[in-house]
């Protein structure tokens, strides 16, 4: 891998200028990219030959999805890009989310798509958001000879790889760029391949927001939100206000992703809107997964209305940030969703969290990539439940350190064969709060398994001869238990 990454993303002096591929699914990943870009991350427009944006539609049916391309601010994005390609039509009629070519078939795909992309034969750049993602995986396949870079737009990055990189591939990753959502938290991502890591300028990233938000087309986001800016009757003006204090709640379609079944996302859901009004919010705005089903909508309106708070379910694709810039919430509630700490790092507006304690009890396997981006907000957001609401929490200075062994000891028991570097630490903080607090991230069953303080017999096991052994026999024990 190389070590020089300046070189090898900007075109240093007396280098070939270099053909860059951006592929990007969202619009959140579409500003971090235009983000670092204005950074010059990549280098000045002058070091690049080409700069394609290249648009993969993840949906599980794309036809029936908001497209990338056609939601409010995507034109501003493009001013950073010489041309826009689509993979779905390129790899039509596979899906995104299912192909990678067949190990034999890869040196035709080059051949094609350098043809109809027309693409030179010189250096090039492959950015992607994702190494595990099927269309990345194809792409990072097809342009074996390109450096690979990648961007994280999530909470994701701050834990483990989820699954063995190919070595041709992971000899290729030049460096990881993301966010700083939570504030002197390194992310884990990669590094058992000393990739390095980058953070996106914040200031770059809100100027791209801003942008956005700003951009002409968003006259439906707008109007979306113009009726909230009043109370909803005139005699509840109060010269003191400019308007009720408002919350917006975050879905995220948990049941897609089979964490939570469709009644207890949709039960979940509800608990927000309930904690929201307990927290003194007269409005809320709720605003939906772009794949959420509609009954969700009915069974809000009806709690909306038993707690006497105004409702309004925003059903025109948009950022969240734009809400957030527009509206200026007083809370911001949530699960897990990465624009939690968005909200709270770029737009300094308190943020809760309701439901992560069910959800870290329901989620599975426990190697499952959401557990890291679960963790980190059951640890650092307050309780919308318990009462503790209104806190901007990227903005105490301790916020990485204070989670930072408890993120890597989750990795570590969720990819302890990766990361065996980090056994010591884990092993600390375990033993330093055995007990609830302990196997509230990492379950009993976990800790047997990988002889740590807190499991069964963990102590006895690793000192009896024939480790392995003892632990099978742990493990059967515990099955048993459970059984009866």
Not at 70 to 84: A, Q
Not at 190 to 211: G, N, Q
Request: hydrophobic fraction near 45%; include cysteine.
């Amino acid at each position: 891998m190389s070590t020089d990454t300046t070189t090898a993303a900007t075109g240093a002096p007396g280098t070939a200028p270099r053909t860059q591929i951006f592929e990007v699914s969202t619009l959140y990943g579409a500003a971090t990219l235009a983000a670092a870009l204005d950074a010059g991350l990549f280098g000045p427009d002058e070091a690049a030959e080409e700069r394609i944006l290249l648009v993969s539609n993840n949906a599980a049916v794309p036809e029936t999805a908001a497209l990338l391309t056609e939601m409010p601010g995507f034109d501003r994005i493009l001013t950073r890009f010489d041309r826009v390609l689509s993979w779905n039509d390129a790899i039509e009629p596979q899906h995104p989310g299912s192909w990678t070519p067949r190990e034999h078939d890869v040196p035709l795909w080059r051949r094609l798509l350098r043809t109809v992309w027309e693409l030179p034969d010189g250096p090039m750049d492959l950015v992607i958001e994702s190494v595990h993602a099927k269309h990345a995986v194809a792409l990072a396949a097809i342009f074996s000879e390109a450096d690979v870079h990648v961007y994280a737009d999530g909470l994701m990055s701050y834990g483990p790889t989820r699954d063995r990189l190919a070595w041709p591939t992971a000899v290729r990753i030049q460096r990881l760029l993301h966010l700083d959502l939570v504030p002197g938290l390194r992310p884990m991502l990669l590094t058992e391949f000393d990739v390095p890591a980058e953070i996106v300028p914040s200031a770059a990233f809100r100027a791209v927001l801003d942008e956005i938000t700003e951009a002409e087309g968003a006259e439906e986001a707008e109007s979306a939100l113009a009726a909230l800016a009043e109370p909803s009757e005139p005699s509840e003006r109060d010269a003191a206000a400019d308007r009720e204090p408002t919350a917006v709640v975050l879905g995220q379609y948990l049941a897609a992703l089979n964490i939570l079944s469709q009644e207890e996302e949709e039960r979940l859901h509800e608990r927000m809107v309930r904690g929201a009004a307990a927290a003194g919010c007269r409005s809320v705005v709720f605003k939906p997964h772009p794949t959420a089903p509609s009954r969700y909508n009915k069974a809000l309106e009806k709690v909306a209305a038993e707690v006497g708070v105004r409702l309004t379910l925003l059903e025109t694709p948009m950022l969240a940030e734009t809400v957030f810039r527009r509206l200026r919430p007083d809370l911001v509630v949530g699960c897990f969703s990465t624009a939690l700490l968005t909200a709270s790092a770029y737009y300094s507006i308190p943020i809760a969290r309701v439901g992560t304690d069910s959800v870290l009890g329901a989620i599975t396997p426990y190697e499952n990539s959401n557990r890291v981006p679960l963790t980190i907000v059951d640890a650092l957001v307050p309780d919308l439940e318990e009462r503790r609401a209104g806190e901007v929490v990227t903005e105490r200075a301790d916020a990485g350190a204070k989670i930072g062994p408890l993120v890597r000891t989750v990795g570590y028991c969720m990819q302890h064969k990766r990361y065996p570097g980090l056994r010591a630490e884990a092993q600390e903080w375990l033993a330093a709060h055995q007990g609830k607090a302990a196997t509230r991230y990492v379950n009993r069953a976990r800790l047997t398994t990988l002889a740590l303080p807190g499991g069964i017999a963990a102590g006895l096991t690793s000192q009896l001869p024939g480790g392995r052994a003892a632990l099978r026999m742990a493990r059967k024990v515990r099955r048993t238990m459970r059984r009866g």
